[in-house]
């Protein structure tokens, strides 16, 4: 699945989902009929390496890194603690190689937050990709709710 493709069934699978370019990548909202001014993040597709974004090596051909925002307790459950937030261009402190494809690492910026991500998701992962997009749409569910 290409990152296109991606961002199709991720539109085509959750209602009131709107895409929205920022940050160099395209991120994903809960955010039916644009009630809020912004939304509620849940997952972004990113294809380049930006300014403080370097460490998945998104400039490669054919690569793209899915976010997904998980939340604190499914991140504990995949990773354990979570790290410290790091310093403005700075990556986490973690042990991972944030390059590799094909598998769920934590966010390279944003685990700190409760974010995961993946490089090229393949058919070998792709349900647990679609379960814990599951998981970050129902978060983003519950916060839309108490915004409102």
Known sequence: MNAKQLEHWILDNYQGVIVADAYRERSFFYNPEDSLPKGIYFATIKES???NDKASSLD???IYRLSIGVGKKQYQFLFG???KRPAKGDIVEL???FSITGLVLPHPIYAWLGWVCIN???SE???LVKHLLDISYRNALDKFAKKK
């Open 125 to 127: 992962n792709l349900d």
């Open 49 to 51: 390496d930006g300014p």
């Open 120 to 122: 090229n998701p393949d």
């Open 81 to 83: 603690e979570m790290p």
């Open 60 to 62: 490669r051909d054919g």
């Open 95 to 97: 042990d991972f190689d």
